[in-house]
């Protein structure tokens, strides 16, 4: 949750992030209240004061029932605005929310999202909303609303979401990011955990802790039960005696399993059943792994580096009775070995060789790659070099959209799905920001895989070995779970290809027979030596049992969790349906959603805020982002308002003007860099893109007039400037004939550049200074600059352009990339050897960058915001060819389809 005071001293922050990058590991970040200024807690200023937030965790059988309550009261004698923001995990619905102003609730409601967005528009008419923000970041997706509290009021605010946690490596994880920046009276985390299989071991550690400190964490568990609470006082929370900032800086993880004495447990409450099946030890199933790897332009630098350390590691966890093989692709495809290779020692150590060779070049060609790995597991089958009791898998990694080979993605997907014919499973990972996720991930799901992002952190090796020890031991191969069909409906995914050490299937249904007084659930499984049966009998609960067990449990989670895996099951089938049969799948998950509460992809929740003073009352709208998509549903208006006129403030830019020159200035080293791209009209330039933010800016190209004489220059310009702001639900479009605010309810606005205007919305600004530039910003954010070049009427052969110039980069996350946006957070390199060419006041000099040695030469580029007409001399070295070298892969790379794209 965050608590923003926008009026007074103290900022408020809460946030609580639930489940990590894998949907099998779940998590908490939780922040409490940032000072300002520095005050003993126990002198509140006359402002709002958070003074409770409770977190409450019930599993249940896996899942993880959990409800966020904060409190605060404004103590100001004015009343004040403060936000509401919860980090969510991607996998997670939201079922409930809440806020009670002076014991009056304000609860949200759940409808279908084509009902919400109707409900919304007639709000937007009457010019009474303001539109809920969301965002998603690596692990979460984002909540938030905004309440104004009266003087002396309080206000409660309450979320309940829900999600099952999957078992990953032996063990299910809750992982608690505790930063709450202050000291809060009353701050507690309880996690209270109910598994009738019985607990075999619960742990509960934190990286801040102290002597102090340690006794604060309570665990216990003892059979089914199990508890962690974490509630330290406002003493134990300071850093130091006196101190009013906290030690509560770090990771708290919750980790336990639980008894595994048989295959299965099945349990039943309320007429619906789930089944979780995770065998005890057992040999592993050979592997046939093809690793098919991107050496695209794209993936030079760290990300090649850090691909290599990871299959490294990985071929170091290779059993030696598995077989496996490298294909590596550009524009062209090069195998390691014409056939897969037993993983003796030999050829371990000749792989490795191999792997540290690994370079980058050339396009990105995922069609031919992919269907050579097909036809080399088909030889090995048939001709029998691996064995028969086998997994075989394909594993894809790449970080680029296919545009070298066969570049349509459905026509890929198609001739994939026709070679393999469902024999081997493939997984696609998408490294970085720049991959068609939603080609990846129907990829994958047509060929019995999964897709997962690789996220360009300093962790990307781990994640991407991490997920190599998901799937190292497989141990069970097409298993098939079979229920009484008499009395058995409304099943949950039954039959799998595999089964991995340390997971665990899960398989919910609906009891039909009332008069059933047991069943016996049969499951049928390859393993390595032989074939597996196992079976389950499950007696049915009488009610009275069923009434004590809810006194500690909630009691429909049977329901609940099968309603769960259902939707989700659904969601993801309707990604590689045909279209008939995924009208079907959309109907069924949206009667689901909305019986059970479920903020979905097919549903909103609708919030109405209470009216203020001499407003009516708002409503907000909650989605459920998609990973990989992006389709704004809903937007604010903007509407406009006088402010003084903006002036600039100078700080170094990072920036592109005139045909086109990027500039790169360099602070701490008091220098500049530069480069140009060279393309033809029409292309579309990715500049900026914060997927973390939700941001991205990109250019269009322009080239010059073509004269009676066909008189041409092979200069282009930016012509068209794109800005999408996600959390705004925003799209702005600068051409150099206006500026164009859009939204998708085409409540769109157009600006001239023929006068002076100012638009001032929370959280928005945008100034026309006519004929001379917009200045844009959002919220605390970054600014833009986007200069208008005009040249003399009739001109025969250069035409009006635009420049784009970005002050605070900082502001952006660590993640931002753009041919722009990589160098926000700095660049190191060294030059040496400067030494005179032809033109003196031009030397040539070596640069070692990003591990590479490069010729550069020193030049100069106009900075045009203080002097528009003459603009200021910015010397710089000039890295030729596209900035080949100095920025990640090739400006090839950079290359989009839309103004308006960005990689979610």
């Known amino acids: ?91 997670a619905f939201i079922t409930n929310f809440t806020m009670i102003i002076d014991g009056v609730p304000y609860p949200g409601v759940i409808k279908e999202k084509e009902a919400a967005k109707k409900q919304y528009d007639q709000a937007v008419s009457k010019g009474q909303t303001a539109g809920l923000v969301r965002a998603s970041g690596r692990k979460t997706e984002k909540f938030t609303v905004s309440v104004n509290v009266a003087s002396e009021s309080k206000v409660t605010f309450e979320l309940v979401y829900e999600e099952m946690l999957k078992r990953h490596l032996g063990k299910y994880e809750m992982f608690i990011k505790v930063q709450p920046k202050t000291l ?28 102090d400190l340690l006794p604060v964490i309570k665990k216990s568990f003892s059979g089914e039960k199990g508890h962690v ?39 039943v409450v309320n007429g619906y059943f789930v089944h979780f099946f995770a065998p005890p030890k057992l040999s592993s199933v050979p592997k046939n792994v093809i690793y098919v790897i991107d050496r695209s332009g794209s993936m030079a630098g760290r990300k090649l580096e850090q691909t290599k350390e990871a299959l490294l590691r990985i071929l170091n966890d290779t059993s030696e009775q598995d077989h496996f093989n490298f294909i590596l692709f550009d524009h062209t495809i090069i195998l390691w070995k014409e056939s897969l290779l037993k993983a003796t020692p030999e050829n371990l150590k000749e792989a490795r060789k191999f792997v540290k060779s690994i370079t980058t070049s050339g396009w990105t060609n995922i069609n031919d790659p992919v269907m050579k790995a097909v036809d080399l597991l088909n030889k090995a089958h048939e001709n029998k070099t691996v064995p028969e009791r086998s997994v075989s898998l394909i594993v894809l990694l790449t970080d680029g959209q296919a545009n070298g080979g066969e570049s349509n993605p459905s026509k890929i997907q198609a001739n994939v799905k026709q070679a393999n014919q469902g024999k081997y499973t493939l997984y696609s990972l998408g490294f970085g920001h720049g991959v068609d996720y939603p080609f990846l991930e129907k990829l994958a799901l047509e060929n019995s895989g999964v897709a997962r992002r690789i996220y360009e952190d300093s962790d990307a090796d781990l994640q991407l070995q991490g997920f190599y020890n998901e799937i190292a031991n497989p141990t069970l191969v097409n298993i098939e779970m079979q229920y009484p069909e008499n009395a058995i409906t409304d099943l949950t995914e039954n039959n799998f290809r595999h089964y991995f050490e340390g997971s665990e299937i899960v398989v919910a249904g609906r009891v039909t027979d009332n008069d059933l007084n047991s069943f016996t659930v049969d499951v049928k499984a390859d393993g390595a030596d032989e074939s597996k049966k196992y079976n389950e009998t499950v007696q049915l609960q009488s009610e009275d049992d069923v009434s004590k067990q809810q006194k500690y449990i909630f009691g429909d989670f049977t329901e609940r969790l099968w309603a769960y895996l259902t939707i989700q099951q659904l969601l993801e089938k309707r990604i590689y349906a045909d279209p008939s049969e995924k009208a079907n799948l959309t109907a069924q998950a949206l009667e689901l959603s909305l019986k059970f509460k479920f903020v979905t992809p097919l549903t909103s929740m609708v919030v109405t805020k209470p009216e203020e003073k001499g407003k009516d009352e708002e409503t907000l709208i909650a989605d459920k982002l998609v990973e990989g998509q992006y389709k704004p549903s809903y937007s ?24 086109p020159h990027f500039v790169i200035n360099v602070p701490k080293q008091n220098d500049a860099l530069c480069f140009n791209i060279q393309e033809k009209p029409g292309v579309i330039l990715n500049l900026i893109e914060d997927i973390q933010l939700g941001m991205a800016v990109n250019g269009e190209l322009i080239g010059n007039k073509n004269t009676d004489n066909d008189v041409t220059s092979s200069e282009t310009y930016f012509g068209r400037i794109g800005i999408i702001n996600i959390e705004m639900k925003m799209g702005i479009e600068v051409t150099t004939e206006k500026i164009t605010i859009l939204n998708p309810n085409n409540n769109n606005r157009k600006l001239s550049w023929k006068k002076t205007v100012s638009i ?11 004929r001379s530039n917009v200045t844009i910003s959002f919220g605390e954010g970054a600014t833009f600059v986007i200069i208008l070049h005009e040249v003399w009427k009739g001109h025969p052969v250069h035409r009006d352009f635009l420049g784009f110039y970005t002050l605070d980069n900082h502001k ?17 390199y060294e030059i040496s050897n400067i030494h005179n060419t032809d033109d003196p006041d031009k030397p040539d000099a070596t640069m070692k960058v990003k591990n590479k040695l490069l010729t550069v030469t020193r030049g100069a580029q106009r900075d045009y915001r203080k002097d528009h007409k003459n603009g200021n001399k910015v010397p710089c070295w000039f890295v030729h060819f596209n900035g080949e070298g100095l920025i990640d892969g090739t400006h090839a790379d950079y290359i989009v389809p839309d103004i308006f794209s960005i990689a979610y």
């Open 1 to 91: 949750m965050k608590f923003i005071c926008k009026m007074g001293r103290l900022l408020l922050t809460f946030t609580l992030l639930f489940c990590a990058l894998s949907p099998i590991i779940c998590d908490f970040v939780i922040e409490g209240i940032r000072n300002i200024q520095k005050r003993s807690i126990g002198k509140p200023l006359d402002d709002i004061e958070v003074y409770s937030v409770l977190i409450n965790s019930q599993v249940t059988s896996r899942f993880a029932h959990n409800v966020i309550t904060s409190r605060a009261v404004n103590r100001a004698n004015v009343s004040k605005e403060a936000n509401f923001n919860v980090d969510l995990p991607k996998t």
């Open 184 to 211: 809060i009276r009353k701050y507690e985390i309880e996690v209270d955990i109910h598994e009738p299989q019985g607990i075999s071991f619960l742990d509960a550690q934190a990286s801040f802790l102290t002597n």
């Open 229 to 267: 609470s974490f509630k330290p006082t406002i003493d134990q929370q300071r850093s130091c005696a006196n101190c009013t900032t906290t030690l509560l800086d770090g990771d708290f993880t919750v980790t336990y399993d639980v008894n595994r004495e048989t295959p299965g447990n099945i349990e």
């Open 636 to 659: 604010s208006p903007v509407s406009a308002s006088r402010v003084s006129h903006q002036t600039v403030s100078y700080q170094p830019p990072v920036f592109v003007d005139s045909d």
């Open 760 to 770: 001032s919305k929370e959280g928005f600004n945008l100034v026309v200074n006519k």
């Open 812 to 828: 952006f996350s660590e993640g931002v990339h753009g041919l722009l946006g990589q160098f926000f957070h700095g660049i190191n």
